[in-house]
Each structure stands twice: as C-alpha cells, then as structure tokens.
C-alpha cells in the first residue's frame, strides 16, 4: 500500500473548519483514501474515504485531487471534542484490508 | 446497528503470566475481525485478522496467538507474557468480502507487564 505524509501537528480555532493535508503520491488506481482519528486512551474511529470522487458525510467531507496524489479532509466546524490523532491511510479495497497506521496528525482545538 | 466490546479495559499482568483478551462484535454476521497492538507512542500495529470461523492468519511473528471459537468472537492469548508485550490492544470488525468497507475499532484493553 501507498505511504502517506501528513504534518504532525496544527491548531484550530473553535467554530472554524480545520483542513488536514495529507499526501499520496505514490497511490495506485485501485487504493482508497481513509481517515481515521483517535481521541486520547479511545480506540481509532473511522470518520470517511473515498476513491477518487469527494464524499461527505455527519461527520467531515473528503476532498481528493484530480490526480489522486493528496486529499484533505475538512471538519467544518470544528469543537473541542475534535481534539484527536487524525490518520490517513490509503490501501487497497481486498478481501480483508489490512491498515497501516503511520504518526498522524495531532489537532489541538482550541476555545 | 453493530456494536463491538472488548474487555477488560486495564489488565496489569506479571511477566511469565498467561493472557486472554475477548472481544465480540454484535449485529453483524461473519465479519472480519483484527487484532491491532499500539506501543507507547507508537502508530497501531495488525498482529491478527481472519475472515472466518477458526480461519486465523499472523502479521507478525510474536508470543501471541489468536483463535475464533465462534462467528463474531475472538480471542488474543499468551502462554507467557513478555515485557515487551505491554501495548494498548485494539479489536476492529469489518463487514464480509472485504472490499473497501471500513474497520471499526472498539475501545480497546490497556495492558501493562510488570
């Protein structure tokens, strides 16, 4: 499975929507963008993915490139309970689907 | 809707002790279940997963082993646990087939060797 690069840390005000990078370069045409996140001490709670068109749901929207090599995931309106270890992960759509966890993205939401 | 448990939430175990982690998944019927270790400060690791009843496949060369004695239960045991074994022990389900449906994780049991 691809490698994904995502910044280690980044603030976010309370109310504003928080945009997490994440880059792919190196993704196939049959693996698919996930993200996860993980609040302190609480197992990984899947939030979304996509392929290669953008999806949205409850919870955040997933913006792919038109090439496929970044994408960025957007709360829009960011709480305190948003405070979490954000993953990318990318991987192909098998019969059992194994995830590489990397560091993620820490997000600190802030009042 | 599906729901997934796992128990205990804290175990602290002596070194050379026995272990066994269960973990049930509800509303759903034959899923794909995995067992995920996270080190301190360290991203999550696949030690187990299987596709089926008594059907069990490693990641990982370790001391642990795991076992599905039933459609939506499964087991991650020691004979004799290691220090090296201390770990943040993650269940997750998926629906059958696979395909690029998600894994959802439960809330873990937190184990501690002394």
């Known amino acids: 499975d691809a490698k994904t690069t995502q910044p280690p840390s980044m603030d976010c005000a309370e109310g504003r929507a928080a945009n997490l990078p994440c880059n792919h370069s190196t993704i196939s045409g049959n693996e698919y963008v996930y993200w996860y996140r993980q609040i302190h001490s609480q197992g990984p709670q899947y939030i979304i993915h996509g392929l290669k068109n953008n999806e949205t749901n409850e919870m955040a929207s997933l913006i792919i490139t038109e090439d496929r090599k970044s994408s960025t995931l957007i709360l829009p309106h960011a709480t305190l309970r948003d405070t979490a270890v954000y993953y990318c992960?990318?991987?192909?759509?098998?019969?059992?689907?194994?995830?590489?966890f990397g560091a993620g993205t820490q997000v600190v939401v802030t009042p | 809707s599906q729901t997934i448990h796992q128990w205990p939430a804290t175990l602290v175990q002596p070194v050379g002790s026995p272990l066994s982690l269960e973990c049930t998944v509800e509303g759903t019927s034959n899923p794909n279940l995995y067992w995920y270790r996270q080190a301190a400060g360290r991203g999550l690791q696949l030690l187990f997963y299987s596709v089926g009843i008594g059907q069990i496949s490693s990641e990982v060369p370790q001391n642990l082993s795991a076992s599905r004695p039933q459609d939506r239960q499964f087991i991650l045991s020691s004979k004799k646990l290691l220090l090296s074994d201390s770990g943040f022990y993650l269940c997750?389900?998926?629906?059958?087939?696979?395909?690029?449906?998600?894994?959802?994780f439960g809330d873990g049991t937190r184990l501690s060797i002394l």
């Open positions: 992960i990318v991987r192909v759509a098998d019969s059992w689907g194994k995830l590489q």
């Open positions: 997750a389900w998926a629906h059958a087939g696979g395909g690029s449906t998600p894994q959802h």
